[in-house]
């Protein structure tokens, strides 16, 4: 049996076979592509049984220590989401009670979301395990965890400035 190739395999087979395109930025994505996968595999036992999905509690977490109401295209952009995934989380949440939706007086077609009493019990007693699982996961950084906090700021800082955003 042979080994999977590896990224340099796959960029070199890019190369040999379109020499004309620059396969650097693969240097970049590749590891991005691959630390998101692996994150998501390390705490997808934490939700197995839990009240909820990883996507909710993001959400609640915004909700959470927001200073009022927010309105669900503002939450859709803090957590770099559709509307319409936000939507659906939302609704889901309204069902089980851990957020409120209203009309926004000054906008009919928005809504007001707040997190209820029983959506901060669900956040109080997932965060702190996801957390938990982070720390364990990122400990192996040791010193060199500020160098690489910074150059992942400067990367967003970079694409922020590329990436065009959905007007709300």
């Given at each position: 049996?042979?080994?999977?190739?590896?990224?340099?395999d796959?960029?070199?087979?890019?190369?040999?076979?379109?020499?004309?395109?620059?396969?650097?930025?693969?240097?970049?994505?590749?590891?991005?592509?691959?630390?998101?996968?692996?994150?998501?595999t390390?705490?997808?036992?934490?939700?197995?049984?839990?009240?909820?999905?990883?996507?909710?509690?993001?959400?609640?977490?915004?909700?959470?220590?927001?200073?009022?109401?927010?309105?669900?295209?503002?939450?859709?952009?803090?957590l770099?989401?559709?509307?319409?995934?936000?939507?659906?989380?939302?609704?889901?949440?309204?069902?089980?009670?851990?957020?409120?939706?209203?009309?926004?007086?000054?906008?009919?077609?928005?809504?007001?979301?707040?997190?209820?009493?029983?959506?901060?019990?669900?956040?109080?007693?997932?965060?702190?395990?996801?957390?938990?699982?982070?720390?364990?996961?990122?400990?192996?950084?040791?010193?060199?965890?500020?160098?690489?906090?910074?150059?992942?700021?400067?990367?967003?800082?970079?694409?922020?400035?590329?990436?065009?955003?959905?007007?709300?």
């Amino acid at each position: 049996m042979t080994s999977p190739p590896t990224p340099e395999d796959f960029r070199a087979m890019w190369t040999a076979a379109r020499p004309d395109l620059d396969t650097s930025p693969m240097d970049v994505v590749r590891p991005i592509k691959r630390i998101e996968a692996l994150l998501t595999t390390a705490v997808e036992p934490l939700y197995e049984g839990a009240p909820l999905t990883a996507p909710e509690l993001d959400a609640l977490v915004q909700l959470r220590h927001a200073e009022g109401p927010v309105i669900a295209r503002r939450l859709a952009e803090t957590l770099g989401c559709s509307r319409a995934a936000v939507s659906k989380t939302l609704a889901k949440l309204e069902k089980r009670g851990f957020v409120e939706r209203r009309p926004s007086p000054a906008d009919r077609r928005a809504a007001l979301v707040t997190v209820t009493p029983a959506g901060c019990e669900a956040i109080d007693e997932m965060f702190p395990r996801q957390l938990a699982a982070e720390v364990e996961l990122l400990e192996g950084l040791g010193d060199d965890r500020d160098r690489v906090v910074d150059a992942l700021n400067l990367l967003e800082l970079v694409l922020q400035k590329k990436v065009k955003r959905p007007r709300a």
